[in-house]
């Protein structure tokens, strides 16, 4: 199978990748970017009632006014975001 690829953003992504040493062939990349992709769609799939859920209780909390408003809560999400990196070695 050959394939093409016609954008140029992604051939230097590609480059990119290859050259941090990290992947030995473009085939390889393909492999664990679709890998990846299996594992993420896995979790979701077993994840999906859990998801489903918190956004029905977000929904009934925002339909009672217990939202709060957009830049706290990218605030929240962005302190969240730090802590999980630095507990997983990610700083």
Request: without cysteine.
């Amino acid at each position: 199978m050959n394939i093409e690829i016609s954008r140029p953003d992604l051939e230097a992504l590609i480059q990119k990748r290859l050259q941090s040493g990290a992947f030995k062939s473009v085939e390889e990349i393909i492999f664990r970017a679709l890998e990846a992709q299996d594992e993420r769609e896995d979790w979701l799939q077993h994840n999906k009632e859990a998801i489903n859920e918190k956004i029905e209780l977000a929904m009934a909390q925002i339909d009672r006014g217990e939202g709060i408003p957009g830049d706290q809560l990218h605030a929240r999400l962005e302190a969240r975001k730090a802590a999980f990196l630095a507990e997983n070695g990610h700083e």
